[in-house]
């Protein structure tokens, strides 16, 4: 009866606030008419196809943004700014062409990151667990990696002449950065402190030292993992005397030292905290090695604003340093601890990260031209993560469902996921949520199968893309084909053919381009 009165209670206000469930204008059928029929002038424009050159390429990756996450994090975003939510548009959504990308692994149904990484990257399907290498690669077994190595687009983007960045909000040796720079069979083989002695003595290389020896000229590196970067026992600059955050390398390297050396005489920079980031003249920069935590950096809501930048503040510098080449650039940018948040059950969490990176897709926004640079937002695979609850308007995202369980009469937040560590039995029966405070930033939401770390979805995953060549993706499509797109609108890798004949398959020159393409902007402008 009291979690009746509770649930009522909690209603009641809501209504007695004042707060309409939906806004006025909407009751007006003018209202839907009109939206729609703007939506269907701006779809009409796009049948003039961008088919530039894209200079500049831009992957935002958001580790395990599946679909639901996608929603979740726009109902956020709206009830940060005191909306209902569920009408607010996400910078992504305002891309106009959307496909769908199959995530499988060559040996698995539910991917992982890293053989999914390789796929978005390199263009080959791969194995779980396993970083730039083909399928034929086994994961953990050195000997398997040589002549198996496939190469990334950053790699053909370096080639062709243009800058290259990675920004991760993970460790910059993590699954999805280290794709873009290394070969290996085991995507924990982080410093060589990881790596099985045999696999070491065999030749195979840990996947710190090959971001410094791979691509050795990579511009912009951000991100966390400095302890794999320093000899072992060697005392954090940040967390001095803390045993779990000291360096971990056992061959003695100091890959810091070893990189600032390297670029001394090549405006190379390396920062480690926000307030050193922040200082920097991009102007100034030519190389920058930024590494803000000794593992991954910490969630946004519990990030210390004084000593850790954001993902939208690295886009920015990253962009800024990149685009002074004439050539254009190729960036990397991974929102990667959404995935960390749901696998920590931690909702809040993950959907505020979500939030931050779409920041960060909006700040590129500005510092780049539709003209020229082809963005594409993504995710490597999703979570079991999901909400319902036949929530009214503008519920809070992490709020109760209006209604009790009809089988043990227990009320139930709208988040839930399949399996992972929200799974609380008290007395032998679901933990009634109303007796905890479920919406506090660590609370993990309640679970159908116990497990001690949540897992990965299965499903789709959503790909949103605009400028250059950007119509390419559409409908559903494997994971892999997207690194061949962008090389295609870039005239890099192995798609350089059709920008030998200007004009023909589909690629005009850039001068032919102009006239269609200033109508666009305009029409554009004027209807938005």
């Known amino acids: 009866m009291k979690v009746i009165v509770l649930v009522f209670s909690s209603c009641l206000a809501w209504v007695c606030l004042g707060k309409p469930p939906f806004p006025e204008q909407e009751k007006n059928p003018a209202f839907w008419n009109s939206m729609a029929q703007h939506t269907l002038t701006n779809a009409l424009s796009l049948q003039e196809l961008n088919q530039n050159i894209a200079k500049n390429l831009i992957l935002f990756l958001g ?9 979740a994090a726009r109902i956020l975003k ?9 009408e607010t548009k996400l910078e992504m959504d305002k891309f106009p062409y959307v496909a769908l990308s199959k995530t499988y692994n060559t040996d698995a149904q539910v991917a992982d990151s890293a053989g999914t990484a390789t796929a978005y990257l390199c263009g080959v399907k791969a194995n ?23 190469t990334s687009i950053l790699k053909w983007a370096k080639d062709a002449g243009k800058s290259v960045g990675i920004v991760t909000t993970t460790r910059v040796n993590h699954a ?38 791979n691509i050795p000229n990579i511009d912009v590196i951000m991100g966390g993992g400095r302890k794999y970067m320093y000899p072992k026992n060697t005392s954090d600059v940040e967390y001095p005397g803390e045993r779990k955050h000291m360096g971990t390398r056992k061959d003695g390297r100091n890959l810091v030292k070893e990189w600032t050396e390297r670029v001394k005489n090549q405006r190379g ?3 480690w905290n926000r307030k050193e980031l922040l200082a920097l003249n991009p102007n100034n920069v030519d190389y920058l090695l930024g590494l803000f935590e000794p593992g991954d950096l910490t969630y946004d809501l519990e990030r210390n604003r004084e000593t850790e930048p954001s993902l939208t503040e690295m886009v920015d510098v990253a962009i800024k340093i990149l685009r002074r080449n004439s050539n254009g650039f190729y960036l990397l940018v991974e929102g990667g601890r959404i995935d960390h948040g749901h ?9 505020h990260e979500a939030v931050e990176m779409d920041r960060a897709v909006g700040r590129a926004a500005l510092l780049t031209s539709l003209y020229d640079t082809l963005t594409v937002v993504t995710a490597d695979h999703s979570h079991v993560f999901n909400f319902g609850g036949y929530t009214p308007r503008g519920n809070s995202i992490f709020g109760l469902a209006p209604m009790l369980s009809d089988i043990d009469q227990k009320p139930f937040t709208s988040i839930l996921y399949g399996n992972g560590p929200g799974y609380k039995m008290v007395n032998g029966a679901r933990e009634n949520v109303s007796t905890v405070n479920y919406t506090q930033n660590n609370y993990q939401a309640q679970s159908a199968v116990p497990l001690r770390m949540e897992t990965h979805g299965g499903e789709d995953v959503a790909v949103f893309s605009k400028g250059p060549m950007a119509h390419l993706l559409h409908g559903v499509k494997e994971q892999n084909y997207i690194p061949h797109v962008m090389a295609y609108a870039a005239c890099i ?27 666009l902007l305009v029409l554009t402008h004027l209807l938005c």
């Open 128 to 150: 779980e667990g396993t970083v730039g290498v083909s399928a034929a690669a086994v994961r953990s077994q050195c000997n398997t990696t040589f002549g198996n190595e496939v």
């Open 343 to 351: 696998h920590e059950g931690k909702a809040k969490q993950a959907l």
């Open 493 to 519: 890798g192995q798609n350089t053919r059709h920008c030998l004949s200007p004009g023909k398959n589909g690629a005009p020159s850039i001068p032919s381009a102009l006239p269609s393409l200033g109508l």
């Open 63 to 71: 580790d395990g943004m599946g679909i639901p996450t996608v929603t």
């Open 78 to 86: 709206g009830q940060l700014n005191g909306h209902n939510g569920e």
């Open 176 to 213: 999805t950065p280290s794709a873009a720079y290394a070969h290996c069979v085991d995507r924990d083989w982080f410093s060589d402190a990881e790596m099985p002695a045999e696999a070491v003595q065999a030749g195979c290389k840990d996947i710190a030292r090959q971001l410094m020896e």
């Open 269 to 271: 920079q390396y920062v």
